[in-house]
Structure formats: C-alpha cells, structure tokens
C-alpha cells in the first residue's frame, strides 16, 4: 500500500519548492522621490504537514460544511458570514459590506533617516521583505539603490503592514536587491533591568580564560549558513523515506513519564475521602 | 488520604498539593479548585489578558493572607506574564495573565481565593475598557438599602442611554459595570464614575453618600468611584470571596436586583446557579459599544471633566 501519490512523493523530496507571490503593492517615498514597489517573503517555515487519512483505508479525509441543525451538508450559496460579537450570537455580512469598508490609503514605505547598520543592534529586526520595482519604478529605485550603495548607508523608514504602523529599515541584500526589514519599536523591546539580577562577581583565573580563548580560536571559522540544518526535520523526512521505501523503521522508546490523572477524577477522588473521613470523625465519640 | 496529585489539564502536568487541607471550615483545597474548574468557561473571559492581583490564603480564610501581584517562584514556563515596572516598589514586576483552564487551575492551587484583575488589558495597559460603580453600604445601610441605590442607578443610566451590568460584591455590596469607549485614560474613567456619583447623589441624598471618611458614611451607601483609578482592582465577576459562606460575586440581571441576597450564591450552591446562566448578563460588556452608547458614554464623560474643573 503506498501511502503517497507520486507527485506528494516528488514534494517530499523538494519541500516547500513554491514560486514567490506578491504580498503587498506600495511606494516608497523619499523627499520627492516616489517608487512603485511589490513586496515579496524573503523566508518560508519549512517544517512537514500531514494528512489525516481513515485508519482502514487510507483515504484522506474529507471535509463537509454540515449543519448541526438542519442535519444536511449545505452548498456554497446557502453560507454567509457572521462575525461572532458574542458566544452563540452573530452579525451578518454581505459581499457589499466589504467591499463598502475603504482600502488602506496609506500605502508608502516613508523613509526618515539614514543611517549605518552597524548602529542598529540585531534584536531590532523583526521581519525580512524583498523589495521589487513596480511599473515606473525601475529608474528611482536603480537610484536609490546606487546611492545607498555610494554613501554605505541604510534607510530608516516607517511602513504600514497589515493595519500595523511598522518601523522598518531599507538595506541592499547581496548587492542587487532592497531589502525591507521590519524593527521593533524601542519600548516592545524588553530591556535588562527586567531581567532577574545579574550584577554578580565572579573570579576568572588567567589559565582558564586563556583555555576559553583557545577554545574559541579553534572553533573559529567562516560563516556558511549551508553547514547548519533542522535536524528533526531531516530525521523525520528520513523516516518517511525509508517508509515510502518499504524500509523496515526503528521506532525510539518515548522515555516514561511520571503518572498523571484527569484533573476532575483527582478532584472527586480528594473531596470523596476527605467526606468520609469526616464522616468517620462524627462516628467515633 | 492521598494529598497530592499530578494531574493533566490540556496538555498541561500540573501538581495539586494539599487537597484536603479546609480552606473554608466547611470546604476543602480539592472542592475550592474545583469550583474554579468548572466556572472557567464563565470567568476566563473577565480575566484573559488583565493582569491580575491574588489574594491567597494557604491556610484557609481564618488564617494569614496575603496580596501577590509578582509572578511567584516556580511559576511554570507556559504561564503567561506582563513584564512591568512597579513604581511603588521600584523594581520589575512581572504580573501573571490567567488566559487558561491549566493557569486557573494552577493558580487555584495556589489557594488564590480572591481574582483582582485591572480594568484595562495589558496590551493597552492605560486604557480601562470598563468602569466600575462600587456600591458600599455603611450600618445600619444593609444589603437591601444597596439594592435600592442600584435600582436608582439603573434609572439614571437609562435616562443617560447607558447600559450598566450589576453583580454582587459578595460581600454586602453591589458593583455596576459600564462598557467603555477605546482610549480612555483611567482616570477620565473615575472623574467619569464620580459624576455620576454626584448625580445619582443629588436624586437621593439620603441614601447616597460621596464622603471619604468612613464615619460620615452611617447609614448611607457610598458610591466609590476612586476604585476606577489606575492600579486599583476590584473583584472579577465570578470570583470567590475570603467570607464564612464562601459567597461570589455573581453577575445578575437587573429583574433579579430587587430580590436577589448575597447568600444566594456560594460556593454550596453554584452548580445549580451557573446552569440557571445559559446566558452570562455580562457577556455583552465585552462586547464593543453600539454608536448610540459610545456617543452617550462620551458625552457624560465630556461633562464631568468640565464640571470637575468648576
């Protein structure tokens, strides 16, 4: 029994090989500079979705918009939406009503500063976008681009995302693209005196930091990104390669856990001894 | 009799002590947590992302309790906190968010008799989203002296366009809920309540009195607006009280105020009261204001801070 079709079993080798979408249509601005940018992800999760299939045959389930009450599957233009305000209680909304509500108006990327990107700490970066021209952008966003690239610095900007005022910044990524980069704003950051004390004093003896800068200086090498991988995803692709393959499959012993019990059991255990030996107390004079 | 169990609440281990210890004379640790088991459904939306003050009484109502605002020692990883910083005792404060059945659960375990949550949430920490009208009855004032000013309010508040929402106090008195408008600062939500204090004052003055000193209060039911202030707390709906019958403060429906006591709703009896429920009366103070409401509530909070400059 093959629990994949060949095209699931071909995106299990390649995970996650889709092509890139538009997610935002905008403009930067710039004194009076405008240019017309489309925003892309720059990343993908890349962890493993699975299907629910019937323990019998295999078949994955399928889903049906049934209704409690009148007990039959309805079709597509018997459903409306509702929003719920409250439990069990709904408003109604047409197409007509979104399409009344008004677009974003604010659709600009505003650059403030410039500044270098070696003032910025890494905690501020929340968020990667690529950054590409739109129609009529070409030429101011070759500008930017070069001057940015002249001057070695990066811009500051504000940016509204989804309904959210975002700080951002502007950089060139591997010398051809913009990159947007969402920040926090200063005060979402948690700063140290939240932390629990950390004003101790330790005595490092001279051997043992000369041995930790060694240990360093052993470790030391360049940066390639392509060394380090998710471990647990490449483990369980494994699994279901070899699993595809027909592969007999060693299966770890989960480690034991010490005894739980359903919270309302435990409670009604408690509450019925602690009665009865009440109860025994009355008895005995 | 075993004491401690290690119990799994939605995913969560978490470990019951003392079960059996009376927290009341008359009820045990395992009955005290279970009636936050069961009333989870109705109090976790009063409580979801406010922070929260306890009130904890590890041996039971008759012995030392004490506040806790900071997140204690050994709180579990998956708890949620508000990192803050207290200005009164300047040093980090990390308040616990009760957003769970496992957090309630592990919190009553804690003997936390008593939820104080803020008003506002801490994601918008300065805006109050309700405003509380705390009715307090100075002796001989009794409960039902109480029930007569809230029945007074309800007729203010329906002559102002404004819905209030009534539970008991669960002690002796009566706390009225008003919905707010988004921004409002907390205290535009006390100049707010306090206007309507000297309002519902001047219908009644024999039976309502503003007076801060305790003893200028006899006979008469106070109207405490400074309760809406920021870092003040008033029990959640649904809470238990630290009081012999183990009361809590329950949510009601207007028809009820006129003959509803305190002794209604206990800790003995609130199976059968929430299933009465199917209906929380708060729910809808949740709920955004209508138009009408908000254009209301805005315009009596317009005049009180104009009559307070006066």
Redesign the interface.
């Known amino acids: 029994m093959r629990l994949f079709s060949a095209e699931q079993y071909q995106n299990i080798y390649q995970v996650g090989d889709s092509h890139m979408r538009t997610i935002w249509n905008g403009a930067i601005s710039f004194g009076l500079v405008h240019i017309p940018i489309k925003l892309y992800p720059t990343t993908q999760e890349k962890s493993l979705k699975f299907n629910y299939l019937h323990k019998d045959c295999h078949s994955p389930l399928k889903y049906e918009k049934i209704c409690p009450v009148c007990n039959r599957e309805v079709s597509k233009d018997e459903i409306v939406w509702g929003y719920q ?3 069990g209680k709904y408003v109604l909304l047409s197409a007509e009503d979104f399409e009344n509500i008004p677009l974003e108006t604010t659709k600009t990327i505003d650059i403030i500063d410039f500044v270098n990107l070696q003032e910025i700490d890494p905690v501020y970066f929340a968020k990667s976008y690529y950054l590409v021209p739109n129609q009529g952008g070409q030429k101011p966003y070759t500008l930017l681009r070069q001057a940015m690239q002249e001057t070695g610095q990066i811009a500051i900007a504000k940016v509204v995302l989804r309904s959210k005022e975002a700080l951002a910044a502007i950089r060139i990524y591997q010398n051809s693209v913009l990159m947007l980069e969402t920040m926090y704003y200063p005060d979402e950051i ?1 700063t140290l ?3 629990p004390s950390i004003d101790y004093v330790s005595t490092i003896q001279e051997k043992e930091l000369a041995m930790a800068v060694n240990l360093i200086s052993n470790l030391s090498a360049p940066f390639e990104p392509a060394k380090y991988t998710d471990n647990y995803r490449e483990a369980l692709l494994e699994l279901v390669r070899q699993k595809i393959d027909g592969e007999a499959i060693a299966v770890p012993a989960a480690s034991g856990r ?7 059991k ?6 019925k ?2 009665a009865e ?1 009440r109860e025994s107390e009355l008895v005995a004079p | 009799m075993i004491d401690n169990r290690d119990v799994l609440v939605q995913n969560r281990q978490i470990l019951l002590t003392n079960l059996s210890k009376p927290l009341w004379p008359q009820y045990t640790k395992a009955q005290f947590i279970e009636y936050y088991t069961l009333v989870a459904p109705y109090i976790l939306p009063y409580l979801a992302d406010r922070p929260v003050t306890l009130v904890r009484y590890p041996d039971g109502i008759t012995g030392k309790s004490f506040y806790q605002k900071d997140k204690p020692p050994k709180t579990p990883a998956w708890v949620q906190t508000f990192p803050t910083w207290s200005t009164e005792k300047e040093q980090p404060l990390e308040y616990l968010l009760i957003n769970n059945l496992p957090t309630l659960v592990w919190i009553a375990n804690l003997a936390a008799i008593e939820l104080n949550p803020w008003h506002s949430r801490y994601i918008t920490p300065d805006n109050p989203d309700w405003a509380v009208i705390d009715l307090d009855p100075a002796e001989p004032a009794n409960f039902s002296t109480v029930r007569k000013v809230a029945l007074l309010c309800k007729e203010l508040l329906d002559h102002l366009g404004c819905t209030g929402y009534p539970k008991l106090s669960g002690a002796t008195g009566i706390h009225i809920y008003l919905r707010l408008p988004q921004g409002f600062s907390y205290r535009n939500s006390a100049t707010l309540i306090g206007f309507f204090g000297k309002l519902l004052q001047r219908l009644n003055p024999d039976l309502i009195t503003l007076e801060r000193q305790v003893k200028k209060r006899t006979g008469k039911v106070y109207v405490d607006h400074l309760q809406n202030l920021k870092n003040k707390t008033i029990v959640a709906p649904y809470s238990l009280r630290p009081l012999p019958l183990a009361p809590i403060s329950m949510p009601i429906t207007w028809s009820e105020v006129a003959s509803v006591f305190p002794e209604d709703f206990t800790l003995a009896n609130f199976n059968r009261q929430i299933t009465r429920l199917p209906d929380d009366p708060f729910r809808k103070l949740l709920a955004p204001l209508s138009r009408a409401e908000e254009a209301n509530i805005r315009h009596l909070s317009a005049m009180a801070t104009k009559h307070c400059q006066h």
């Open positions: 305000y409250e439990p948690k005196d939240q932390l010490a005894e739980v019990i359903d919270l309302m435990a409670l009604e255990e408690s509450i001894a602690s030996q």
